[in-house]
């Protein structure tokens, strides 16, 4: 089998040479040719061999994915299979979908989790399309995902957008559990009681309830900087929160953990918060409490 990659970022690269790894050939297309294995899109189009090409895209959700999977529409042949792996936001893979149809050019949106240990662990992969095209990419999904059994690792969650959606919902629930971990450190460290904090989360790692890998990876953080000082509290969000709270929203759902979460990550990037000075003032005005000065005036 010998499939194309667009995009050869940390996981696009890292998944070409899973793949690679697995025995499928593989052609990377990326903007970098320090990177690059052919010039030019329609270059891999050209490399690949099977009869149905498959090309999966791994670039920036919107714009970016959005410019690549036209310009596929225009190389690519009937029968062909796009495959955006991507963090897009589901609704935009009905367009997608809409506009390599009109060259016969089939669609799938795949979810994919993992990160950087994905090379090494494999990568949990949510994917949404016909099933029909599921299974002509299916020796993909299985090099790409964990070894063990194909349900512990891949789902074909539904139609078109489905993969996405997943995957949407998945890193909003990755959020939460972040957002617990981090606060159950923060108060293991604020009275001086427990003296090795550390080494009360590795505890934690086997055999207890709250044990996971996203529990590893802060001991492994903890181990590296048991004070975490050489970090900044600023924190950044991918929008797949923002996505997933606003589907919420639209759907009656009731998000409580995952929405505090989101909003624990703004509170972070304000080096002084807008909103608490509000607060102070107006206990100052009705109660007469004291406020500190500001450190800017």
Known sequence: ??????????????????????????????????????????????????????????????DITR???????????????????????Y???????????????????????GGVWGLKNGYGLMAGGD??????????????????????????????GAGHYAKMVHNGI?????QAYAEGYELLTAKDV???VTGTMKAWTRGTVVRSWLLELLVAALEEDPSLGSIDDFVADSGEGRWT???????????????????ARFSSRQVQSPAMKAVAALRHQFGGHATKPSADG
């Open 1 to 62: 089998m010998h499939i194309g990659i667009v995009g050869l970022g940390k996981m696009g690269a890292n998944m070409r040479t899973r793949l690679r790894a697995a025995g499928i050939e593989v052609t990377g297309y990326d903007q970098n040719p320090e990177v690059s294995d052919v010039p030019s899109l329609t270059a891999l189009a050209d490399a690949l061999e099977d009869e149905r090409r498959i090309v999966w895209v791994m670039v920036p959700a919107g």
């Open 67 to 89: 410019g690549v999977v036209e310009e596929l529409a225009g190389i690519l042949r009937s029968g062909d299979i796009v495959i955006d792996g991507g963090n897009s936001h």
């Open 91 to 113: 609704v935009d893979d009905a367009e997608h979908a809409r506009v390599l149809a009109e060259h016969g050019i089939d669609y799938l949106d795949v979810g994919v989790s």
């Open 131 to 160: 099933a029909a095209v599921v299974d002509v990419a299916m020796p993909v999904f299985d090099a790409l995902r964990p070894e063990g059994p194909r349900d512990e690792g891949f789902v074909h969650a539904g139609d078109v």
């Open 174 to 178: 990755e959020y939460g559990l972040m």
């Open 194 to 196: 427990v003296h090795d």
């Open 245 to 263: 709270v606003d589907e919420a929203i639209d759907n009656a759902v009731p998000l409580p953990v995952i929405s505090a979460a989101l909003f």
